[in-house]
């Protein structure tokens, strides 16, 4: 048998929680399986819900909106109290 032969037997994963004990076992995953799931996610992928997801993700007014909001701040509340504290009139000690 050669290395590639007994690669596509079986691949070694452990898929699960964290083991409890020392004596957990790993759960044996054929490679036909990996392909299976390639072509389950390529076929999501390609559903038409991910491309017009997809495809507003990609215009310029999502990452515009993201970082370069109208306002001008990321955070509009803690900007406005930021102004209110610097416009205030300073304190003088008592």
């Known amino acids: 048998m050669t290395a590639i032969e007994s690669q596509s037997k079986a691949l ?3 898929l699960s929680f964290p083991p409890i004990g020392k004596d957990a ?12 799931l390639v072509g389950v996610a390529a076929r999501q992928a390609a559903s038409p819900t991910a491309m017009l997801f997809q495809s507003r993700l990609r ?3 999502y990452e515009a909106a993201l970082l370069a909001p109208v306002h001008g701040a990321f955070n509009q509340a803690m900007a406005n109290r930021l102004q209110r504290w610097k416009e205030a009139p300073a304190r003088q000690p008592d």
Not at 25 to 36: E, G, K, Q
């Open 25 to 36: 076992a790993t759960t044996s995953l054929t490679a036909d399986f990996a392909v299976m």
């Open 12 to 14: 070694s994963l452990n």
């Open 59 to 61: 215009t310029d007014t």
